[in-house]
């Protein structure tokens, strides 16, 4: 009898240890399960950040940007010979345009220096432009910053045809990368077969197909260098004068522009193109009132006829073809309300407060310019300028 009961006494001990232990494993793994919830809970939100579209982080930036520094964005200013990296956070500015005097007796690591410290003075990081389309028209070669000189596109295609194109643009992304450039402001898609015109040496020096192909050539190799394209000058220069010294008049009809001129600028848009530069040339067939530039016509043109959804900037704001027709101040805000989103400026410092007065007194609304500056902040995502942004 008494083996009996010890035996049951055992057998009871022995279930409730087992009970015991099972419970506390189902504590243990309870904890376990929470921790690893909560890690992948952290890991998943981690990678739903990643994975936010363009479109939500630049609506997130323009939210956090204050009036003054959405209105400084819209402005690529020449870099200024004082005040360089103050102007850059007083302003707020979009970008810096670099000219001979910014290179000027300096090294390749000079230029990469003072680059760098303008993008550290920056709090959103600025586009750093150079004219370099080669040949007559390369800041870098002139100043022998890069050797050999970067070539025009006529002598290359002369040398290996549209590779020799190719290679160079390749060649460009490697210095560009090194300096800190992101734009090349290239390439040119003005239509010219007349040697004696203004614009002939920087084209490509050929008809409207030869002119597209070009320009497409261009702009999809510059997308795969991560390169930002600018297509200039619209609606194409032609065979007129030199608007940089002068009132220039475009006479030519809408249906020549059409079949001629704008074939270039299409196939570039097909390709994938970044920007569109816009001539301060007077096209009468779209506007006779006003350049290109300041024109709201024309900029219909781009948006609605050619269907264009990117970056619109002006040319330089400085050339006489502008300049000797409407003042500074009230040109970039006419530049504004016409539906360019990047101004190309020496003014800025006077042109900023008059945009600002203009959206205060409702003559330019803050619509208009938040969509230009979500053109341009997407643009900055896409060549990889805001990926110290959090």
């Not at 614009?199 to 991560?226: C, F, H, L, N, P």
């Not at 006419?334 to 003559?363: C, F, H, M, R, W």
């Amino acid at each position: 009898m008494k083996k009996t009961i010890l035996m049951s006494l055992m057998v009871l001990s022995a279930v409730v240890l087992l009970t015991a232990c099972g419970n506390s494993g189902s504590k243990t793994t309870s904890k376990s399960s929470k921790a690893t919830d909560s890690i992948t809970e952290t890991q998943t939100a981690e990678s739903e950040k990643a994975e936010m579209t363009v479109t939500e982080k630049v609506d997130q930036l323009i939210k956090e940007m204050t009036l003054e520094e959405k209105v400084g964005q819209l402005f690529m200013a020449r870099v200024p010979e004082q005040n360089q990296v103050a102007d850059i956070q007083t302003y707020h500015l979009g970008g810096y345009l670099l000219f001979d005097r910014d290179m000027e007796g300096k090294g390749q690591a000079e230029v990469k220096q003072t680059i760098a410290s303008y993008q550290s003075a920056s709090k959103t990081p600025l586009f750093i432009g150079s004219d370099e389309e080669g040949g007559s028209v390369s800041r870098l070669s002139r100043n022998q910053i890069v050797s050999p000189a970067f070539k025009s596109p006529q002598a290359l295609y002369k040398e290996n045809g549209w590779e020799s194109i190719t290679q160079e643009i390749d060649r460009k992304a490697q210095v560009f990368a090194e300096l800190g450039i992101q734009l090349g402001m290239f390439p040119d898609a003005d239509v010219s077969t007349d040697p004696q015109s203004f614009i002939y040496d920087r084209t490509i020096g050929m008809d409207a197909a030869g002119t597209s192909q070009y320009v497409k050539r261009s702009v999809e190799e510059m997308k795969k260098q991560k390169l930002g394209s600018t297509l200039k000058h619209f609606p194409g220069y032609g065979n007129n004068r030199d608007s940089h010294v002068e009132i220039v008049t475009d006479d030519r009809s809408i249906e020549e522009l059409r079949k001629n001129d704008f074939l270039p600028f299409e196939a570039g848009i097909k390709a994938g193109a970044d920007s569109i530069m816009v001539s301060h040339n007077i096209v009468k067939a779209i506007d006779g009132d006003f350049p290109a530039s300041i024109s709201k016509p024309v900029h219909d043109v781009i948006r609605n006829e050619l269907g264009f959804t990117g970056v619109i900037m002006t040319d330089d704001m400085d050339m006489a073809g502008l300049a000797n027709f409407i003042s500074q101040e009230e040109a970039g805000l006419q530049a504004l309300k016409a539906g360019n989103d990047l101004i190309l400026s020496s003014s800025y410092s006077t042109q900023i407060p008059y945009v600002l007065t203009a959206i205060q007194n409702g003559e330019y609304s803050e619509g208009q310019l938040d969509q230009s500056v979500a053109r341009l902040l997407k643009w900055k995502i896409e060549l990889g300028l805001m990926e110290t942004i959090k």
